[in-house]
């Protein structure tokens, strides 16, 4: 289902991704609420996951939950991605399965979903036990708002984690920057019966929301929403095309740091 959201809004949201990120180079496995931490949110957890590269064994941060201080009912779930995407689009093979969390569920890729299903929940209350992102759903209190969203890599489990939540019939939203097509035909189909407002951002020249190819049997959530970079001074690069920060500046945020990607005259 489309979602009738202002750009200031999506770039609000778009900043917790930015949180995410800044996270991960703060600490790749465990890093503490930063300064710039959205106002007005509490850190609840730390998101883990294990990566797919076969060189990497252990379990790095992939992102973080929050929780309105106003509201506590209202949820976030940000997951980073990839600022590189050439570091991981060659190591998936983009293999449809079924994805059996959810009934008549479709297929997903399955390389996503196996990432997505390595996803642990670190409570900062010590005092709670650690426990399968998907499994956090269920704990979820009567009433919860969840909203997801990722940026690359991280769009893809977003995708699936709203979906999940969907299926459990909970009042969740679904944000995506530059997703990859996530599963197929069937996949989407279900998605779209759950009627989740979804926005999915995409650069024209971004190369990541164009794999896996729809001849695969792949296909994208719509509506989507296309910014084009090649408008405003970003250089002509893949990285640039697909970095969060250029996403931002394009959409409007005044505040987006593009300095590895401004174009010179």
């Known amino acids: 289902m489309s979602n009738t959201i202002s750009m200031e809004k999506l770039i609000d949201w778009g900043h917790f991704v930015k949180v995410a990120y800044e996270m991960y180079a703060q600490n ?141 019939n909970v009042d969740a939203e679904l944000i995506t920057f530059a997703s990859p097509r996530v599963g197929d035909k069937g996949f989407v189909e279900a998605f779209q019966r759950m009627n989740i407002p979804t926005t999915r951002i995409f650069n024209k020249p971004d190369i990541v929301p164009q794999v896996p190819v729809e001849i695969a049997g792949y296909r994208h959530l719509e509506p989507g929403l296309e910014i084009n970079s090649t408008l405003y001074p970003i250089k002509h690069s893949i990285p640039c095309y697909h970095a969060l920060s250029t996403y931002l500046y394009v959409m409007g945020d005044t505040e987006a740091n593009i300095s590895k990607c401004k174009a010179t005259p």
Request: charged share 20%; aromatic share 8%; proline share 7%.
């Open 28 to 168: 790749h496995l465990s890093p503490v609420k930063p300064a710039d931490f959205p106002e007005g949110w509490e850190l609840v957890a730390n998101l883990t996951m294990t990566p797919r590269l076969e060189k990497i064994k252990e379990r790095e941060f992939g992102g973080f939950i929050a929780r309105s201080v106003d509201n506590p009912l209202q949820q976030v779930v940000a997951i980073r991605g990839t600022e590189s995407p050439l570091d991981w689009l060659s190591d998936f093979e983009f293999v449809l399965e079924t994805f059996h969390e959810v009934p008549n569920g479709g297929k997903t890729e399955q390389g996503f979903t196996n990432l997505y299903r390595s996803m642990m929940v670190e409570y900062a209350d010590a005092g709670i036990p650690s426990e399968p992102l998907m499994a956090s759903i269920d704990a979820l209190p009567q009433g919860t708002k969840l909203l997801v969203t990722g940026h690359s890599l991280g769009s893809s489990l977003a995708t699936l984690h709203a979906f999940l939540a969907g299926s459990k």
